[in-house]
Each structure stands twice: as C-alpha cells, then as structure tokens.
Nanobody, 120 residues
Framework: QVQLVESGGGLVQPGGSLRLSCAASGNIFTIYAMGWYRQAPGKQRELVAAITSSGSTNYADSVKGRFTFSRDNAKNTVYLQMNSLNPEDTAVYYC??????????????WGQGTQVTVSS
C-alpha cells in the first residue's frame, strides 16, 4: 500500500499564504506523477497543479502566478506554496500520486485531504 499524508491547511485571510505538504510512503518503487487537486462544496474535484513524469508542471489557470508546486524526490514529498489567496480558493485540497510498487504493480493513491479556508 501507498499512503499520502497532507498537512499545512488552515484558515487564512484574503491575500495571505499557506504552504501544503504531501508525503508519500509505503510500498513505493517509483513515483512518476504527483499532483494537487481541490474540491469546494457543491463542486467537482479539480486539478490545481501537477508534475508529470516528464518533469513538466501544469497549473490551473485560476492559480497561475499565485501557486507554486515543487517536489523533493528524495523525500517523496511535494509542496504547494499558495500566495495571494482569495475566498474562491477555499476547498479541501487533496494530494495524488501515481507510480509503481516494489512488486512492479501500478498504483494511484489519494491523501485524506486538508481543508483550506480563506476568509476575513
């Protein structure tokens, strides 16, 4: 099994910043893609940012220029630095990872989610 543990969510005022972390552990041989998604109440889960197997980073248009996605391969950890937050960023943020296990089976795992609330 592969576990993803997110941290760093919370309550922040508009214009503020938060940094989310997601650490992957367990039966991992390699991770070739990781990403952050979010789901606001009454809305579908959407991609926020992701790093693909080629190393390229994709961002949702709504977060470009404000959010920065980074990865520490040695720690199997990814980060999402979120700046200039606004109330529309309020959501549960989920981490996702895809890769192969030590037995060469593919996996796709999700974290439990961390709440981000932007409010004055």
């Amino acid at each position: 099994q592969v576990q993803l543990v997110e941290s760093g969510g919370g309550l922040v005022q508009p214009g503020g910043s938060l940094r989310l972390s997601c650490a992957a552990s367990g039966n991992i041989f390699t991770i070739y893609a990781m990403g952050w998604y979010r789901q606001a109440p009454g809305k579908q889960r959407e991609l926020v940012a992701a790093i693909t197997s080629s190393g390229s980073t994709n961002y949702a248009d709504s977060v470009k220029g404000r959010f920065t996605f980074s990865r520490d391969n040695a720690k199997n950890t990814v980060y999402l630095q979120m700046n200039s937050l606004n109330p529309e960023d309020t959501a549960v943020y989920y981490c996702n990872a895809e890769g192969t296990t030590m037995t060469m089976d593919p996996f796709a795992s999700w974290g439990q989610g961390t709440q981000v609330t932007v409010s004055s």
